[in-house]
């Protein structure tokens, strides 16, 4: 059974600051992974998704890269802001692609002015 | 192109009732999934459906259903409520069934059961 572990569970950063985000998942046959952002008591808002053959994924300040055999993946946040606070998710895609997607708990980011 | 949209936003209803929530995924999109959030279990996965079909579906009991319409739209049901179901329920719409493609969410409802 597919688990996927976030470290740390939660993050205060002042503004500015470039920051990583983990996401562990236990077995590396997965198909895809993907980041999502979700504020307060809102849905979930897709940032990056990442091919199992793929390394990395890249938009504006963020990047995601993913090592399969290892099970990691990581969210790098550069140069935060206020605006990026919220709770990140990271969600694990298996490789059959018939199932759903596993999520772990996320890390909540706050990002002080 | 719009989102995913979920309707309704919030919901009361009391112990023993049932209730019914909606999505419409993204134009063209076929799958539809639902899951649970609650602070204590994080996101949890309901059911998929993709062409009319429920492919998957999670650990719940059977009060949980669903279906989906031809034109993609998907409805959950909730019979006899209990406190435990306060939560909030997301769809997320993809293009093929998820876990192949990117999944899009909408804002989710937030039901809460008294």
């Known amino acids: 059974k597919q688990e996927v572990t976030q470290i740390p569970a939660a993050l205060s950063v002042p503004e500015g600051e470039n920051l990583v985000l983990n996401c562990?998942?236990?077995?590396?046959?997965?198909?895809?992974?993907q980041w999502f952002r979700q504020d307060?008591?809102?849905?979930?808002?897709?940032?990056?998704?990442?091919?199992?053959?793929?390394?990395?994924?890249?938009?504006?300040?963020?990047?995601?890269?993913?090592?399969k055999s290892s099970g990691r993946s990581t969210l790098y946040i550069a140069a935060s802001q206020p605006g990026d606070s919220a709770t990140y998710l990271c969600a694990v895609g298996p490789d059959t692609g018939r199932r759903a997607l596993t999520f772990g708990s996320g890390t909540r980011l706050q990002v002080q002015p | 192109k719009a989102g995913v949209t979920q309707t309704p936003r919030y919901l009361i209803k009391t112990r023993g009732q049932q209730v019914t929530l909606s999505c419409s995924p993204i134009s063209g999109h076929r799958s539809v999934s639902w899951y649970q959030q609650t602070p204590g279990q994080g996101l949890q996965f309901l059911f998929e459906y993709f062409s009319e079909t429920q492919r998957n579906k999670g650990n719940f009991?059977?009060?949980?259903?669903?279906?989906?319409?031809?034109?993609?739209?998907s409805e959950m049901n909730v019979s006899t409520l209990e406190l435990g179901d306060s939560a909030l329920y997301l769809c997320a719409s993809s293009l093929i069934p998820q876990g192949a493609t990117e999944a899009f969410f909408g804002q989710g409802t937030r039901l809460t059961v008294v």
Do not use: M, V
């Open chain 1, 24 to 33: 562990s998942f236990t077995d590396s046959a997965i198909y895809n992974l």
């Open chain 1, 40 to 67: 307060p008591g809102k849905g979930l808002t897709s940032l990056l998704l990442i091919q199992s053959s793929q390394r990395e994924q890249t938009s504006g300040r963020l990047n995601a890269s993913l090592d």
């Open chain 2, 61 to 73: 009991p059977g009060r949980f259903s669903g279906r989906q319409f031809s034109n993609s739209r």
